[in-house]
């Protein structure tokens, strides 16, 4: 069983913004040259994608879209939005949240992409607390 590695908002940012972390570039190369299923969730392609357009950073989405020519790309689903409001309700239920109740909370939404996705599958992030909660979560540079 191939393992599915999806990128969370943090790690996307350093990968479409290099200068910033080369670093990540070179782990996310790593990770394809070895056959890895690198993809990216449309909730977190929005959270970024948003923020590069405030800034109105065109360089920062090309560069965001030219990457879906490296890597895949998953989008959300009504199985993992039904999901995602499964965690968001449960979590509340046991005094526990990732947002304020109003708010999307993309993290839960990011959360039930991984489950509906594939068994195997780990989010790279930089923010385990969150994520881990509901499934595997890993910094992105703990994953190899």
């Given at each position: 069983m191939r393992r599915v590695v999806l990128l969370d908002t943090g790690p996307l940012g350093k990968i479409v913004n290099p200068r910033k972390s080369p670093?990540?570039?070179?782990?996310?190369d790593r990770l394809v040259d070895a056959g890895e299923e690198?993809?990216?969730?449309?909730?977190?392609?929005?959270?970024?994608?948003?923020?590069?357009?405030?800034?109105?950073?065109?360089?920062?989405v090309k560069r965001l879209d030219d990457l879906y020519s490296v890597i895949g790309y998953v989008?959300?689903?009504?199985?993992?939005?039904?999901?995602?409001?499964?965690?968001?309700?449960?979590?509340?239920?046991?005094g526990y949240a990732t947002a304020p109740d109003p708010a999307l909370d993309a993290d839960v939404i990011l959360a039930a992409q991984a489950v509906t996705l594939a068994s195997g599958t780990v989010i790279a992030t930089e923010n385990?607390?969150?994520?881990?909660?509901?499934?595997?979560?890993?910094?992105?540079?703990?994953?190899?």
């Open positions: 670093e990540v570039g070179e782990w996310l690198v993809l990216v969730p449309e909730i977190a392609d929005y959270e970024l994608r948003r923020g590069l357009l405030r800034l109105n950073d065109l360089t920062g989008p959300i689903t009504t199985a993992a939005m039904r999901r995602a409001a499964e965690l968001w309700a449960g979590a509340r239920q046991r385990v607390s969150h994520l881990r909660r509901y499934t595997t979560a890993l910094l992105w540079d703990q994953i190899s």
